[in-house]
């Protein structure tokens, strides 16, 4: 594998972005989420209401890149075998075959994941943890890119089964698009007035340039200062009134990683306590459960981990 | 979930202010409160909780313990039990209110420890095992078992310990609505702090005032229902509200005429240690009667005939009855004042009582005693031959006799042949007719009247010549009015059982006898016709219990000595807390600090190691923050540059100050640090910016915000 410097590093990214941000306008800080993800080696989580582009997003960044990319649009009756892929048995070699699913991809879109029965959304644990599936006794690892898109609709709930907590866990970042400005809103109807700009949108970035991406975000430096305010953080949500179950450590590896990620983008070589509280939220948040009168008096998880940045000693 | 600010302290003081402590809930709720002005804080760790909370519990525990016997529980409930009856019922549930509202009332002061440990300690929430046995073993056996164990999720004592002080508060005396008012005050207060952010605050203040109306109306109509139904018949509750001395100085109800078996008890109910190697008194007299009345004696007199026996010296606990008499024998008494008001049972011819701790002492013209004050009194009794405090017979009473018992009198005098014997040989004539032709029983049969003339007593006479200690006391006392000499009926006490080298005095023991005047003497004495083998009769089949039975009685003894002050051991007992406490405070608070110390170096080596502490940026963020703009704890150093910058006069500075940070930051968190030169930069560039800081500085600073 290649090692990079760190300028080309910046340098892919701010290609990828580009690209990116032909498509998506006025989401450069979902986009930049959305990079650091894919270069500390999370998964993402797009949780926003119908419309905003998370699908779009997902594709832009499949077709700037060189990489396999699969789709699965989740629904009630999808199996877990639908995903990860199923034995067949061949009766010209009197042997079984295993047709690989949709996992065995760099780049999955799970397209509203909470249509699913929790068995099936359970398919993704090992491999979004551990980038690898267990089928029929057999482990098979997946390519060393695998990156998860999912998307969901927090308006509609019928039909619906909320994320077990342990698959909340394995996704690095969760975050919303929000909707864009009106004149970027016209700009977008300019844009497809004819037709679809991702259409042709080409790739900007090879695979090799993705994994020597996500190789120089490991070399960024990471003071012992900063990884205890990233522990202290993660932790204080154990400790704060109305949070049922708190952030893992899982958390605050993802934190420091996606950080790394960030600063690299930022042009430094080192993390800095901006690069942690910018992340905070989006990936700490979404792991904690709130109790139920906590949740019933208004406050959110989102609520609680800023309250958590705001009153936690930042390293200065 | 922590209480807002003073809420607590809000609370102590009005707990203190209805429950009538109000000095005692001032200081604890400033104890409290000093939490908010001070910085001392204590590391208790999962353990040092539970022993709080043990402690509080057994607090708890000897609080229940003694509000129930200060308040008559375990009279009122062995009442209950024995005899259970609408009265004795009523008098064990009001023991049992007067307890809970007593324990109640103690219950801030009990649980102050633990919550004072969760305030002043650096941890929000005590885990839930602390307080549960049950979750405690359950947590151990997971670990044992190698099952996961489930997080705890902990709780803040505030507002557990905020309903304790209102439920406190809620026994009080005042009849005003005061209690009311600060409730829904304090509530409304405690509510504010946890109201749903999601509703408006009219909507909030519209269901707090719905849900105060409709207390306000609920707790009105029960206090109405209460009147009407103490209004439907007064008389229901009049007549639970009786008590009793024990012995009725008034009059005696005899069994006399009483078909069955007459039932005793081994309960202990006096103790008796002789003076001076004296012998034990033979009776204790509690009250003698003159008029009978088949098969009541009277006293013929009224509670108004009690004189008050003045202390003297005051203060003294010495009482003399018979200032002038010299006695001869002394006796240590201890005996049970049922209802704190009772006749006292004295040998006869006591002179002068030692060391009786009561409130007032009365006595009457025929010997009765009465002494209000603790429920057992312990005192040494003085006594001698010679005079009593009874008062000379009277021939109208003290010589009458009923009219249905005259002829079986005569009959037996004249069969005897007594008249016309001196005082020393009628006695004698009538201890050996007694003693010899009749036996004790406490069973009386069946008998057939034979005409409408026949009594009880004369039944007693001439027929059965078998019954227990009042047929024979109500005979010789008749016996010997017939013969023209005055007697009374007296009760009381005999005294027989020795126990070690005391005596010991049971239900059983309670006994008649007659009290005859010598008139050569001009003094009263006792005179007892009935066989002596009514100890052996009454003592007779002796339960296999008993030991337990006496044992239980000496235990409550003993707690009735602590409880009414009779005995040194509450004092010992506050000596023996003293230390018991200090020590506990000493594990709990000197061993957590030394813990405390023990980790603070890592801490502190944790926090002064991190490089780059020393770096001149932090002398320009202190002459910025200096000038009004100060960085709040969670802001990162870019976000307040930029607050700074914003500063028209600092404007010039802002390309500076981001330089600064940045080698500032490259000093502080890239583990690789600075080199050489860029140090001296860092050094050079942040003093440059102080200077033309203070060039700035005559301008006024205005914070964006």
């Known amino acids: 594998m290649t090692t990079i410097t760190p300028a080309a590093a910046r340098a892919i990214y701010q290609r990828i972005a580009d690209n990116i941000a032909r498509i998506m306008q006025g989401q450069s800080a979902a986009t930049r989420k959305l990079l650091a993800a894919l270069a500390s080696g999370g998964h993402v989580l797009l949780e926003d209401f119908p419309g905003t582009g998370k699908t779009t997003l997902a594709k832009a960044l499949a077709r700037s890149l060189d990489a396999k990319f699969k789709r699965v649009q989740f629904t009630p009756d999808l199996l877990p075998s639908d995903i990860l892929g199923v034995s067949i048995f061949n009766q010209r070699d009197q042997r079984f075959f295993f047709h690989e699913g949709p996992v065995f991809t760099n780049i999955l879109l799970a397209d509203e994941i909470n249509r699913a029965s929790p068995r099936t959304q359970s398919a993704l644990l090992e491999a979004m943890g551990e980038g690898q599936v267990s089928v029929d006794g057999e482990r098979r690892d997946l390519d060393s890119l695998f990156f998860v898109i999912a998307t969901q609709n927090p308006v509609e709930f019928r039909g619906t089964y909320p994320l077990p907590e342990a698959q909340m866990d394995r996704f690095a970042m969760q975050f919303t698009l929000g909707y864009v400005q009106p004149a970027e809103e016209v700009a977008i109807l300019s844009a497809q007035q004819h037709n679809h700009p991702l259409e042709q949108l080409t790739s900007c970035a090879s695979l090799a340039d993705v994994l020597a991406l996500k190789r120089a975000a490991e070399d960024v430096r990471i003071s012992e200062e900063l990884k205890r305010y990233v522990v202290e953080l993660v932790a204080a949500t154990r400790t704060t009134t109305g949070v049922q179950l708190g952030a893992s450590p899982r958390a605050s590896l993802a934190l420091m990683k996606a950080a790394q990620a960030l600063a690299l983008f930022d042009g430094l070589d080192f993390v800095t306590p901006e690069q942690v509280q910018e992340l905070a939220v989006p990936v700490i948040a979404h792991r904690l459960v709130m109790e139920p009168q906590a949740r019933f008096s208004g406050l959110t998880t989102q609520g609680v981990v800023e309250d958590v940045v705001k009153k936690t000693k930042v390293p200065a | ?705």
């Open chain 2, 1 to 705: 979930m922590k209480p807002p600010p003073l809420l607590l302290g809000a609370a102590l003081l009005f707990w203190g202010w209805q429950s009538e402590f109000l000095i005692v809930g001032a200081v604890l709720a400033v104890g409290l409160e000093a939490a908010r002005w001070t910085r001392a804080r204590w590391e208790f760790s999962d353990e040092d909780f539970s022993r709080f909370w043990t402690f509080c519990s057994l607090m708890f525990l000897a609080a229940l313990v003694y509000a129930f016997t200060a308040n008559d529980g375990p009279s009122s409930f062995g009442s209950f039990f024995q005899n259970p009856n609408l009265a004795t019922q009523r008098s064990a549930g009001t023991s049992s209110s007067r307890t809970a509202s007593a324990i109640l009332r103690w219950v801030p002061i009990i649980f102050f420890p633990f919550i004072a440990a969760q305030i002043y300690s650096t941890r929000d929430k005590i885990p839930l095992a602390a307080i549960s046995l049950i979750m405690r073993r359950r947590r151990n056996q997971a670990r044992l078992l190698g099952q996961p164990v489930l997080p705890d999720p902990g709780f803040h004592a505030g507002y557990p310990y905020f309903a304790a002080c209102l439920l406190a508060a809620s026994v009080h005396a005042a009849e005003d609505h005061s209690f009311f008012w600060g409730l829904c005050a304090l509530l409304a207060w405690a509510l504010w702090a946890q109201r749903s952010r999601r509703f408006a605050v009219v909507v909030w203040a519209l269901a707090l005032l719905a849900a105060i109306t409709v207390g306000f109306a609920g707790q009105r109509s029960i206090s109405q229902l209460q009147r009407y139904l103490e209004h439907i018949n007064p008389q229901w509750f009049a007549r639970f509200m009786r008590r009793g001395f024990g012995f009725d100085p008034m009059q005696s109800r005899t069994a006399l005429g009483s078909v069955g078996e007459l039932k005793t008890s081994g309960e202990i109910i006096i103790r008796l240690e002789p003076k001076g190697g004296s012998p034990p008194p033979t009776y204790l007299r509690q009250a003698s009667y003159r008029q009978y009345r088949t098969p009541i004696w009277f006293a013929g007199g009224s509670l108004d005939d009690f004189t008050f026996v003045p202390e003297s010296p005051p203060n003294s606990f010495i009482w003399p009855l018979l200032p002038e008499k010299t006695n001869t024998a002394g006796v240590n008494i201890a005996s049970y004042l049922s209802g704190r008001r009772g006749l006292l049972p004295l040998p006869h011819g006591s002179g002068r009582l030692e060391q009786l701790n009561v409130i007032e002492l009365k006595k009457n013209l025929t010997g009765a005693v009465l002494a209000s004050g603790p429920g057992l009194a312990v005192f040494d009794a003085f006594y001698g031959p010679g005079a009593t405090i009874d008062s000379p017979p009277e021939l109208d009473t003290d010589l009458s006799v009923p009219d249905r018992e005259i002829p079986v009198l005569d009959q037996v005098i004249d069969d005897l042949n007594l008249r016309g014997q001196s005082l020393a040989q009628t006695l004698l004539t009538l201890n050996g007719f007694f003693g010899d032709q009749f036996t004790y029983s406490t069973w009386q049969g069946a008998v057939r009247i034979q005409n409408t003339n026949d009594t009880p007593l004369g039944r007693f006479l001439t027929q059965t010549r078998s019954g227990h200690c009042e047929y024979f006391a109500t005979a010789t006392v008749l016996l010997l009015r017939r013969l023209e000499i005055p007697a009374r009926y007296a009760v009381g006490f005999a005294v027989h059982e020795s126990s070690g080298d005391n005596y010991v005095v049971r239900l059983r023991d309670a006994h008649a006898w007659t009290l005859v005047w010598d008139e050569t003497r001009q003094i009263w004495t006792d005179f007892d016709t009935t066989p002596a083998s009514w100890i052996q009769e009454e003592s007779k089949n002796p339960t296999p219990w008993r030991w337990l039975s006496d044992a239980w009685s000496r235990v409550k003894f003993e707690v009735a000595k602590f409880r009414w002050g009779q005995s040194r051991v509450r004092q010992y007992l506050v000596w023996v807390l003293v230390p018991v406490l200090a020590l506990l405070l000493y594990q709990i608070i000197v061993r957590s600090s030394r813990r405390r110390r023990r980790e603070k170096p890592l801490e502190d080596e944790a926090n002064f190691t991190w490089p780059g502490l020393d770096s001149e940026f932090y002398l320009l963020e202190k002459r910025l923050a200096a000038r009004g703009v100060p960085r709040a704890a969670g802001e990162p150093l870019s976000s307040w540059l930029e607050r700074v910058a914003d500063v028209p006069v600092l404007a010039d500075l802002r390309a500076s100050l981001h330089e600064l940070l940045r080698l500032h930051y490259r000093y502080r968190f890239d583990p690789l640090g600075l080199s050489a030169a860029e140090r001296a930069t860092l050094s050079a560039e942040a003093k440059a910016c102080l200077e033309r800081l203070a060039q700035a500085e005559r301008t006024p600073v205005t914070t964006a915000k």
